[in-house]
C-alpha cells in the first residue's frame, strides 16, 4: 500500500493511493502525518489530509523535488488508530430532523429503522473539512446512502445530524447545506474561544446516541463522554 | 514616541468590506479556511510601499463609497482595483502614497477597473489576532467583517516620511484574459475532448463569485463521478456534475468532493480575484 506521488505546482504536491477510504489507510496515511510533520515540518508550508490523500504545501519547489526523489520509495508502518469513542447524544425527533420522514420513506423503512441503522456502527473520524469542527466520517451503512438534495438549504441549524451521499456528519454551527437533516445534537462541535476549539481527533471514533427531545431542551454539556474500545 | 493607538473611524461602508492579511495556514487541519487577501500581488504592493513587514493587515474593500476619519498623523498606500479617491472632498491621484492629518477624511468613489481595492497603513492595521491572522472570517474572528461605526486601531506616525519615488501602481497586469493553471489531481479523469473544451472555451465569470469561489456561467457537460473528499487550496478549480466550474478561493473551505481539474498559479489567483462579473477568461495550461 505504498502512495505514489504527483506534482500538481511546483509547491503543492499530494500522496495518493487507489484505495477506498477505510481505517487501514487511515492508519497509513496517519503514519505518514507523523512523519511529515517530524522529518519535512521545517520546508512544509502546511499538510491536508482527506480521504484517499495527503496534500503538501512545500516552501520551495526545491524541497518538493527531493521529497518526489526520496519519498516513493519508502515503506512506512501503519499508525495504530486511537481506541477513544466519542458517544454523541443525538435527538432525532421529527421537529429537529426536518427530512427523517421523507427519507424512511424513500428508504422503504421506518423512522426507528432508520435510527437504529444510523445508531449501531461506531464511525471512524478521518479528518475535518467543509466548516471549521466538521468532521467526515466513514462508516455509514450502505442502505442510508442517499443522494444529497437537488436544491441546499439556504440555512442548517448549528448541531444538525444529516445524511449526504455516503456520508454523515454534524453541521458545527448554522450554515447552507445539501444534506438530509435527521436529528440534532446539543454538543458544541467547535468553540473557538477554547484553547483546542474542537475535542476530537483524526482516528477516533464516533458513537450517537439517541436522546429524546426533554433530554436535548436540557442538554448541558458542550464536550460529550468517551469510552475506550 | 507616541505609542496610543490611532483609530479611523468608519463613517460609511458597503457590504464586502475587511481587513485582512497572508491568512492563517496551521489550523486547516481542524478545519479553518486559511481566508487572506483574495489578491496576494496587490496587496504585497500596498505594504512594500510603505516599507511594512509582508504580513501587515490593509483593508479589502470592493464597493465605492467607502468613508474613514483618521484621529492621528498616518500614512495610507493603495492598490489593486483603479477607484476614484477623494482626501476631505478633493481629488487625489498622485503617487503611490498618502500622508494624512488628525481629522483627514478619505472617501472613495468610482471603481474604474478591478474588483477589490486594497487600502495599506503605515504599520498595518492593529486589529485582533485570531490563530496567529487578522484575517476576518465568520466564526474565528470577533468581526465577520467591518460594517459603518466600527473603529479600526492602528499605530501613528510622527514624522513625515522620505520616500523615495517608486513606480506607479499599474493594473494591465490583471486585464488581459490569460490564466495560467496547472494539471489538478483530477485532471486525467476528463476525456480530450472536455480538457481541449477547457483549454479552447473563454469562460465568463457569474455574478456567484464571492471571497469563498468564483463560479463561471459557461458549463462544461460531463459524467465525471462525485469523488471521496480530499483536499482543496485556493486556486483549486473543481467541476461539479452540473458542469459549472468553480475556482475557489480564499474563504473556501479545506476539502472537496468534486473533481479537482486545475490547480491556478499563484499569480493567476490574484488575476482572477480582480475580474468583475461578465469579464471573461481563459485557462493556459503550464
Not at chain 1, 445539501?178 to 477516533?204: E, N, T
Not at chain 2, 509582508?54 to 484621529?71: H, K, M, R
Not at chain 2, 484575517?135 to 501613528?156: A, N, V
Request: charged share 20%.
Amino acid at each position: 500500500m505504498k502512495p505514489s506521488y504527483i506534482q500538481i505546482t511546483p509547491n503543492l504536491g499530494e500522496l495518493l493511493w487507489k484505495l477506498p477510504p477505510s481505517d487501514e489507510l487511515l492508519a497509513l496515511q496517519l503514519a505518514y502525518m507523523d512523519f511529515l510533520q517530524t522529518d519535512w515540518a521545517d520546508e512544509l508550508h502546511s499538510l491536508r489530509l482527506g480521504f484517499t490523500r495527503i496534500s503538501l504545501q512545500w516552501k520551495s519547489s526545491i524541497s518538493q523535488e527531493k521529497f518526489n526523489r526520496l519519498v516513493p520509495n519508502h515503506q512506512m508502518s501503519p499508525k495504530p488508530l486511537s481506541k477513544k469513542v466519542w458517544e454523541i447524544p443525538v435527538c432525532y425527533a421529527l421537529e429537529l430532523g426536518e427530512d427523517l420522514n421523507e427519507l424512511a420513506k424513500e428508504k422503504h423503512m421506518s423512522v426507528e429503522e432508520l435510527i437504529t441503522l444510523h445508531t449501531s456502527p461506531t464511525y471512524r473520524i478521518h479528518f475535518f473539512g467543509f466548516l471549521p469542527g466538521f468532521f467526515y466520517l466513514n462508516g455509514l451503512h450502505p442502505l442510508l446512502h442517499a443522494p444529497r438534495k437537488p436544491i441546499p438549504r439556504l440555512s442548517v441549524p448549528s448541531g444538525s445530524v444529516a445524511i449526504g451521499g455516503s456520508q454523515t456528519g454534524i453541521y458545527p454551527r448554522e450554515s447552507p447545506g445539501g444534506w438530509h437533516l435527521i436529528g440534532q445534537s446539543p454538543v458544541v462541535l467547535f468553540d473557538p474561544q477554547r484553547s483546542s476549539p474542537v475535542w476530537a481527533k483524526s482516528g477516533d471514533q464516533v458513537k450517537f446516541m439517541p436522546i429524546d427531545l426533554a433530554k436535548f431542551q436540557s442538554w448541558s454539556y458542550d464536550i460529550p463522554t468517551f469510552y475506550l474500545s | 514616541m507616541n505609542l496610543s493607538l490611532g483609530k479611523a473611524r468608519i463613517v460609511f461602508t458597503a457590504p464586502g468590506t475587511s481587513i485582512q492579511d497572508l491568512g492563517r495556514h496551521h489550523v486547516a487541519s481542524i478545519g479553518i479556511p486559511s481566508a487572506g487577501v483574495m489578491d496576494q500581488k496587490s496587496y504585497a504592493w500596498a505594504n512594500h510601499v510603505l516599507q511594512n513587514e509582508e504580513n501587515a493587515a490593509v483593508l479589502e474593500i470592493s464597493q465605492p463609497g467607502l468613508t474613514l476619519v483618521f484621529d492621528y498623523p498616518t500614512e495610507l498606500s493603495f492598490a489593486g482595483a483603479k477607484v476614484q479617491i477623494f482626501l476631505n472632498g478633493e481629488a487625489y491621484n498622485s503617487g503611490n502614497t498618502l500622508l494624512i492629518q488628525a481629522e483627514d477624511e478619505v472617501k472613495l468613489g468610482k471603481f474604474y477597473s478591478g474588483r477589490w481595492l486594497y487600502m495599506g497603513i503605515k504599520s498595518g492595521f492593529a486589529t485582533e489576532k485570531f490563530y496567529e491572522s487578522r484575517s476576518d472570517f465568520p466564526f474565528i474572528s470577533r468581526k465577520f467583517y467591518r460594517e459603518t461605526g466600527d473603529y479600526l486601531p492602528y499605530l501613528p506616525i510622527n514624522d513625515s516620511p522620505q520616500r523615495n519615488a517608486s513606480p506607479k501602481w499599474n493594473t494591465s497586469w490583471y486585464e488581459d484574459e490569460v490564466i495560467v493553471a496547472y494539471r489538478g489531481p483530477d485532471w486525467s479523469l476528463l476525456n480530450g475532448e472536455l480538457q481541449q473544451q477547457l483549454l479552447k472555451g473563454t469562460f465568463r465569470i457569474s455574478t456567484q463569485s464571492n471571497r469563498m469561489g468564483i463560479q463561471l456561467e459557461d458549463l462544461l457537460p460531463n459524467t465525471l463521478p462525485e469523488l471521496p473528499t480530499n483536499p482543496v487550496f485556493p486556486g483549486t478549480v473543481q467541476l461539479s456534475s452540473g458542469g459549472k466550474l468553480i475556482v475557489l478561493m480564499r474563504d473556501a473551505g479545506v476539502t472537496g468532493g468534486y473533481p479537482r481539474i486545475l490547480q491556478l498559479s499563484e499569480d493567476s489567483i490574484s488575476k482572477i480575484a480582480q475580474k468583475r462579473p461578465g469579464e471573461v477568461v481563459r485557462f493556459h495550461l503550464e
